[in-house]
């Protein structure tokens, strides 16, 4: 039922463009009815995305090839599983993915935010009206999911390094991160536009910014883990542009979720936030714009596609026009407190936002520089990873400190007496890791013994400030460790929960130094029954088997791995010849030593006619932490956004309050 | 299928119309329609409150960071006097536009 489909997408674009057009003109002329029905048409678009994403669901399910999208993006020879991710698999069905994530997020922010500040909500239900509009429209008229054929036997099937379980869940959860930063942008600017300059905005979209936050980064690490056991070429990050696309608005969130506490503790920042803001939005439309334009060539993103100007149009017009309308309100956010002193927590999160903004932009200059470069010389520069890595280096080193120092720097300002005292453990601990480290080897690398250091010291800083707010929170209240440990986390939820964050950071950068700093590598022709060595491994290549899978023909090479004299059973690695899609992926092999994190990976880069093959075989150490980090992170972040009944009470008591002296 | 598509999109499209719609049918004629909107008072006394709990949550944090450790005694007592002095005069201005606007609606009743 393309027609269904098609409708439903019109009336989705009516509904958004009612939502820009009628809820502007209520907001403005404070007209309470219409800005209601404004925010129904919000909430009745999601509908309408909801049943054409249902159209489009059922036609793959379906296996019908006359929806073109369908024969392009599957087989039937294709696993049920990957018929359903090739709903995002493709240019329009990812189009609709994020039409149907954004209507759903929107529809939800109306229904949390009608109770409070309805002149603010008259505001936002516009601006989320015209980002709808944008995607509804590009759906309607350029990007469609539901063109037609003559249904063809069968399906061209989807990209075989899309064929894995991470596809599942790795582009909707980096959708839902991407999506989510509208709600924020979305309630800044009504904000603006309302010439509320309370912390209503940020009360409202505190919990949207955490969420998109944390969905981009789980996003990105699950992406990265596909990377690294389906692309094949032994690493999980290369600085690919569209992988940057969403590190970038994850670091200026980054950035936001810290100076926000600013404001909110101190009444300090309001434009620097409100700039976060815009730029997170701003980032997350133009990886959007990466992805699709073509205008970049990499692994994740879509063929060359006319989506390409009209989302530059789109960045363009929400760029110049949320700058316009801050610089309008400039007056009304300028803050009368100061910072007492820059030695202080406040502090430090602002040399954490300098540093963050600043990686951010220089990942922003190395994504936009081969497209500068074409547009001003003719010929596409490309900016490859050692640029990446030195900027990585020079603010990601001092960022790490800070996550050490932060949490032992009191707010407004620390005497050095105070300093010395909370600073005396984890620098003990810090110096002594790395004297052990320096006596293990660890000086093969000064920058990976820095790192080491550094996150000693992080970790040491972070359980300092558990184990003092425990002790402090027993003597209060009495009763077990246990409980007073608990007693702390549940009374400051983000406090601790962005320690737990900053552990995960910590695990990560530990995960990426040891298996880029301290990794080995090795290239070598084997034959069966030949053998070779990697560090303290044994590798002896067995034999070469086939089978034939539900869609594609394997090649296995089988490897007997031995450590130290002792066999630590076989290994398989190969090819996947993907027979609808006719395309050859690495099958790579990975074993795992669950005690020290590190990898053994061995791809067979080629298999030559006599059975034998080129292998390029790789020890990581350390490299499993990064995932152990996501696991960490999402608590951590679950741990912060799980909602606190008493500042709840707090804040339900402060409008209340004001709710009564307006009756008055 | 295409004539159950048209009948399954129309209902859709009516459905949200009159969804759309629900507010003005279901207030024909209200007696205001005018919307919520915070006046210069209420502005006022949201800063005052914001300042409050501000200043309430800073000593708070303050006394728990002297408790922990992390503030000395000597900066707790440098800089506990301000932030009492802070909420004194958050509370006190909130009180003095509460008994303002009591007055304004006794002389108005």
């Known amino acids: 039922m393309p027609e269904l489909g098609r409708a439903a997408l019109v009336l989705c674009l009516g509904l958004a463009l009612f939502a820009l057009v009628g809820g502007a003109y209520a907001a403005a002329t404070r007209r309470r009815r219409l800005a209601r029905s404004a925010q129904n048409a919000l909430l009745a678009a999601f509908g309408a995305a909801a049943v054409a994403s249902g159209v489009l669901l059922a036609a793959l399910l379906r296996n019908d090839f006359s929806f073109v999208y369908v024969a392009e993006h599957t087989s039937l020879q294709l696993p049920t599983p990957y018929t359903i991710s090739a709903f995002w698999g493709g240019q329009e069905g990812s189009l609709l993915l994020w039409l149907l994530v954004l209507t759903g997020f929107s529809a939800a922010a109306v229904a949390f935010a009608r109770r409070t500040g309805p002149d603010l909500l008259a505001w936002v239900v516009p601006v989320l009206g015209l980002v709808t509009t944008f995607f509804a429209f590009m759906l309607v008229a350029v990007s469609s999911p539901f063109a037609t054929q003559v249904a063809p036997a069968d399906g061209a099937g989807l990209n075989p390094s899309l064929q894995n379980p991470y596809m599942m869940i790795h582009p909707p959860c980096l959708y839902l991160g991407y999506v989510g930063l509208t709600i924020p942008f979305a309630f800044a600017m009504g904000a603006l536009l309302a010439r509320r300059t309370d912390e209503l905005w940020i009360v409202a979209t505190r919990r949207w910014t955490l969420f998109a936050w944390t969905a981009l980064g789980v996003g990105q690490l699950l992406g990265s883990h596909w990377a690294y056991v389906e692309v094949g070429w032994g690493g999980y990050y290369a600085w690919d542009p569209v992988e940057n696309a969403a590190l970038m608005p994850w670091l200026a969130a980054t950035a936001f979720l810290h100076s926000v506490m600013i404001q909110e503790k101190r009444g300090m920042l309001k434009i620097w936030n409100m700039l976060l803001v815009i730029l997170a939005f701003c980032l997350a439309l133009f990886g959007t714009f990466l992805t699709r334009s073509g205008v970049i060539s990499s692994i994740h993103s879509f063929t060359q596609s006319p989506l390409g100007s009209w989302f530059l149009g789109f960045i363009c017009l929400i760029t110049v026009g949320s700058a316009a309308l801050l610089m309008s309100r400039l007056p009304l956010l300028r803050s009368r407190t100061r910072m007492e002193s820059l030695v202080s927590r406040e502090a430090t999160f602002l040399y954490n936002n300098l540093l963050l903004v600043a990686l951010c932009l220089t990942i922003l200059w190395g994504v936009t520089f081969p497209i500068l470069s074409e547009a001003v010389r003719g010929e596409q520069i490309t900016v490859s990873a050692p640029y990446y890595n030195f900027f990585l280096r020079i603010f990601g080193i001092p960022l790490l400190l800070l996550m050490g120092i932060g949490p032992l720097v009191a707010w407004r300002r620390a005497s050095l007496r105070s300093l010395g005292r909370s600073f005396a453990w984890p620098a003990g601990i810090a110096l002594g890791a790395g004297i052990v480290l320096l006596l293990l080897g660890a000086g093969s690398s000064p920058i990976g013994l820095v790192a080491y250091t550094f996150s000693a010291f992080v970790l040491g800083s972070i359980g300092y400030e558990f184990a003092r707010g425990t002790r402090a929170r027993r003597a209060l209240a009495g009763g077990s460790w246990l409980a007073a440990f608990a007693e702390l986390v549940a009374r400051n939820r983000r406090r601790y929960g962005g320690y737990i964050v900053h552990a995960s950071i910590v695990l990560l950068a530990i995960g990426i130094v040891g298996s880029s700093a301290y990794d080995k590598v090795k290239e070598q022709k084997l034959s069966p029954g030949q053998t070779m060595a990697i560090g303290h491994y044994q590798l002896r290549y067995r034999e070469l088997v086939k089978r034939n899978g539900p869609n594609a023909t394997e090649w296995r090479a089988l490897l007997d791995v031995r450590r130290g004299g002792h066999s630590l059973g076989t290994l398989s690695s190969g090819k996947n010849d993907y027979r609808a899609e006719q395309q050859v992926s690495n099958e790579v092999g990975i074993r795992t030593d669950h005690l020290t994190g590190e990898d053994l990976y061995v791809i067979t880069d080629q298999i030559n006619k006599d059975q034998s093959i080129n292998f390029k075989v790789l020890v990581k150490p350390l490299v499993n932490l990064i995932w152990l980090s996501g696991f960490l992170f999402f608590a951590g972040s679950l741990v912060a956004l799980w909602p606190s009944a008493a500042e709840q009470r707090r804040l339900a008591a402060r409008y209340r309050e004001l709710r009564a002296l307006a009756r008055a | ?109």
């Open chain 2, 1 to 109: 299928m295409t004539g159950l598509a048209i009948a399954i999109g129309g209902v859709l499209a009516a459905v949200c119309v009159l969804y759309v719609a629900l507010p003005f049918l279901r207030e024909p004629d209200p007696a205001s329609d005018l919307l919520d909107e915070p006046g210069a008072l209420e502005r006022r006394a949201l800063e005052l409150a914001e300042r409050r709990d501000r200043a309430l949550g800073a000593l708070k944090e303050l006394e728990f960071d002297h408790r922990t450790g992390k503030v000395s005694d000597e900066d707790y007592r440098e800089l506990v006097g301000p932030l009492r002095q802070r909420v004194a005069e958050a509370l006190r201005a909130l009180e003095l536009r509460a008994e303002s606007n009591e007055e304004r609606v006794r002389a108005a009743g």
